[in-house]
């Protein structure tokens, strides 16, 4: 990478003088990211079995715990809701999984409030998977017939892929408090 752009890249985040982040993007960026990872089931990838994680689901819990007191614990019902509209699940399921893992969350939050990476990595996979045999029994209820071996290769791929969307929760993290706004 040329010298200029790589400086200029390395500057961008550093806090300036009489400068603040833009509080509708520090507000909007972590609905806005969610939002478009519950829009991955229209992304259109062919597969004879479930293989994409749920994405939506993923950067939510990434996001609750890099910064807990970021989203309000009602923020599953409009963020499940959405998710719903786009997943083909039966409407509902998603908002009860969403709000019980960000209730559930805060409870750990509260009583583990110092974590490292492995242990929020830890923390997110009984989570995960509890998402998806869930969402799966809940699909079942409503008219599906899916078995949970089939969910199999799914769940190790989304287990496998929430240090990417931790990853990439921390770049939208970095972005979203850019000091842009003068004082």
């Known amino acids: ?21 833009s509080p509708i993007l520090a507000v909007a960026t972590p609905w806005l ?7 991955s089931p229209t992304w259109p990838i062919i597969s004879s079995a479930p293989v994409m994680p749920p994405l939506g689901f993923l950067l939510l819990v990434a996001w609750q715990q890099l910064r807990p007191g970021l989203f309000p614990v009602w923020a599953g019902l409009p963020l499940g809701l959405f998710d719903d ?16 893992a960000m209730l559930a ?3 750990i939050e509260h009583r583990f409030p110092w974590r490292g990476f492995a242990l ?13 045999v869930l969402a799966q029994q809940l699909a079942n209820l409503g008219g599906g017939a899916t078995e949970l071996a089939a969910m199999l290769p799914q769940l190790v791929l989304s287990l496998l892929a929430y240090p990417l969307a931790a990853s990439l929760v921390g770049l939208a993290d970095r972005f979203r408090l850019i000091p842009i706004r003068a004082l």
């Open 1 to 21: 990478m040329p010298a200029p752009l790589q400086s200029a890249l390395h500057e961008l985040g550093k806090p300036r003088i009489n400068r603040a982040p």
């Open 33 to 39: 990211l969610v939002m478009l990872g519950s829009l």
């Open 85 to 100: 509209l786009f997943s083909g699940q039966p409407l509902g399921s998603a908002v009860v999984l969403y709000s019980a």
């Open 105 to 107: 969350l805060d409870l």
């Open 120 to 132: 929020n990595w830890l923390v997110a996979c009984p989570f995960i998977t509890a998402y998806l």
